[in-house]
């Protein structure tokens, strides 16, 4: 197990690179067809932006590949200050990796209570468990080791690497994708769209040696506070020099001032660019969550949290009001599903956690 530790300040950049104009980035508009080589962002700006802005959070303090990873298990689908109190208090109450591999699951999806995505309970165990059961307790260092642990993917795998282990591996997630998209793409509507492996790729190639665990924190930060989806404040950006979706939309405002006769010099004497916000990316769509399958699921694992054990008769009118017998093959369907999540099981016609 790693000793927890403070996090060294992510304020040691790199020495300063000469910062080109926006069009002096050398890539055509399929710039995610060239080698990762020809794209630059020096690391300077966004280390130095992250050291100044990034925010307190208590999962930046430690290096517990354990903690790490109960963290990134959090946020992957639950906004961060609703994630805070969720850490502390599952931490307390399964302080170790042991503690909660040797846990009943049903007391782990108790505690996860009020995060949602219980599944990610279940997940979480697995991989620990895993841990315990083949790695003797100690969590492999490498992200393709990691990923052999169950529930893991390449996203989660890459985050413990790098910021449990420091290594400098480059991964994403929705925030970084924005990012390294509208900085190394263009505008959110730039075709063809880039695949993910080639953004990858290309995100690789930007890591700081030795500084993977601030560059990686420091994109991710970015696409949270200020590279947002909708309303991205390129005005605020330390890498606005550097993006191409930054360059795109000040080049298309340029053309419209030029056509509205207005003096576009005149603006740039005084000012950058005043690029409308780029469009929002194309990013996963939820489907409404009331009354949904997932919301069903939700209030299935809710009563069993708190009656323990329950027949499916009396199960249906908790979690639908106007349940009756025509639902009963339904309400069937979501147990059945939810077994072979894990979350439950079911014995003849009773349900209980695991
Ligand atoms: S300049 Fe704007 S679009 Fe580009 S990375 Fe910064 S916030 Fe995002």
Partial sequence: MIEETKHPSPATPPSPAAPPSPAACPLPPAAFALPPAACRLPPVPLLAWFAANARDLPWRHTRNPYHIL?????????????????YHDFLEAFPTLESLAAAPTAEVIRIWAGLGYNRRAVNLQRAVRAVRDSYGGLFPPTAQALQNLPGIGPYTAGAVACFAFEQDVAFMDTNIRRVL???????????????????????????????????????????????????????????????????????ADEVALLAMGEDVGTERAVGAPTPRPV???????????????????????????????????????????????SDAAWLRDLVAGLSRDGLVILEDDDVRLP
């Fill in 70 to 86: 109960v963290s990134e298990i959090m946020l992957q689908q639950t906004p961060v200050d609703r994630v805070i109190p969720k």
């Fill in 181 to 251: 998209r509208r900085t190394l793409v263009g505008p959110d509507d730039t075709e063809p769209p880039p695949h993910d492996r080639v953004l990858l790729a290309l995100g690789a190639a930007l890591v700081p040696p030795g500084q993977g665990w601030a560059w990686n924190q420091a994109i991710m930060e970015l696409g949270a506070l200020i590279c947002t989806a909708s309303a991205p404040a390129c005005r605020r950006c330390p890498i606005s020099l550097y993006c191409r979706a930054y360059a795109a939309r000040a080049a």
């Fill in 279 to 325: 469009r929002r990316v194309a990013e996963r769509k939820e489907e409404p969550y009331l009354g949904s399958r997932r919301w069903y699921r939700g209030k299935i694992i809710d009563a069993l949290r708190e009656h323990n054990r329950l027949p499916l008769a009396r199960l249906g009118p908790l979690v639908k009001a106007d349940y009756c017998e």
